[in-house]
């Protein structure tokens, strides 16, 4: 004999939001990540060598003036835009 519980079907639906977050920041130091220091001679090399580390963090419009920072608009309806370019 064999004893079986029906129970009922959970039909619950979570209703869930999502928001934009801000790119994480990404802690970049010098000695950890550019493999030559800089000197007089070698700076085509190393420049090369940080030009390519900032690009590839999406960081180098921040630097050469591409990346333009965003106003705060008076409703402050795009705080987490100028939160993340300050970042």
């Known amino acids: 004999m064999t004893n079986t519980t029906d129970t009922p079907a ?3 639906t979570l ?12 802690p970049l130091t010098a000695h ?12 085509p090399s190393w420049r090369a060598y940080l030009v390519a580390l900032l ?14 920072s965003p106003k705060l608009d008076p409703s402050g309806s795009n ?3 100028v939160t993340a370019w300050i970042r």
């Open 15 to 26: 209703a869930t939001t999502t928001t934009a977050l801000p790119p994480p920041v990404v």
């Open 32 to 43: 950890h990540h550019l493999p030559i220091k800089l000197t007089y001679a070698n700076y």
């Open 10 to 12: 959970s039909n619950t």
């Open 55 to 68: 690009r590839g963090h999406d960081l180098l419009g921040f630097i050469d003036g591409t990346s333009v």
């Open 79 to 81: 705080v987490t835009a």
